[in-house]
């Protein structure tokens, strides 16, 4: 954080309702928004479509010092796939140092910033403002992306996604380098049987202490 800036950190798992939060918080307060997720998704599908392999640490850290913050869209990187191999190439220290990079660059912008990922309170910002771990039960989320898939009209199997849900926290939680968990002084919000909507307003009045003790 500087002085002309309000950072806030906001971490969990996949599908805990977490990228909603960020945009509802980020909407409320005029504050500039990254879905740091987006930049491993974009490292991942430039690896792929050039055809490079997942494995090789030099490669992928170089492509990812390419990666354009101002040029990620969700739509296009959103896809199963695309989110399997960021988890992968999550794990290697280059590229984590290159999109960290980014990321911390990102986080001055004034007049404050909503960073949303897994290592933002724990390591991009750990000076932030404000922290919120958002977290739910992987049933839950499980739950939330597959009533997600078929309100799109598309097939989905809860059995599959709910491995997918759990294998992809495995990963996140167990990597050697900044691995998922909450900041020591993060608030916790658990969204299992809180609506996203209570969970914002729960984050709005943290934040508007911390903004008032600010001022
Ligand atoms: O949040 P999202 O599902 O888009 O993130 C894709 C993958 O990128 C995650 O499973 C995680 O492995 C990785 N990631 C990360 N650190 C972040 C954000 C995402 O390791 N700050």
């Known amino acids: 954080m500087t002085n002309e800036t309000f950072t806030i950190a906001i971490d969990g798992p996949a599908a805990a309702g977490k990228g909603t ?9 005029g504050f500039h928004h990254l879905d740091t997720g987006l930049t491993y998704r974009a490292t991942a599908k430039a690896l792929l479509d050039a055809g490079l392999p997942l494995n ?17 869209d969700r739509d296009i990187l959103s896809k199963h796939e695309i989110g399997e191999a960021a988890s992968k190439i999550a794990v290697m220290p280059a590229v984590r140092r290159a999109l960290v990079e980014a990321q ?15 290592d933002i309170g724990t390591v991009v910002c750990p000076e932030a403002a404000v922290k919120f771990y958002v977290t739910a039960s992987p049933e839950v989320r499980a739950r939330r992306r597959y009533e997600e898939i078929l309100g799109k009209g598309t097939a989905a199997d809860f059995d599959a996604i709910f491995e997918d849900v759990k294998r992809r926290d495995e990963r996140d939680m167990g990597r050697a380098d900044s691995p998922l968990k909450p900041a020591d ?13 209570a969970a914002f307003q729960a984050a709005q009045s943290i934040i508007d202490a911390v903004l008032s003790r600010n001022a």
């Open 21 to 29: 939060l960020s945009r509802l918080i980020a909407e409320r307060y």
């Open 56 to 72: 090789d640490e030099a490669v992928a850290g170089k492509i990812a010092r390419e990666v354009e913050l101002a040029g990620l």
């Open 185 to 197: 002084d993060a608030h916790l919000l658990d969204t299992s049987e809180m609506s996203i909507e």
């Open 104 to 118: 911390r660059r990102f986080s001055t912008k004034a007049p404050g910033t909503v960073l949303d990922g897994r």
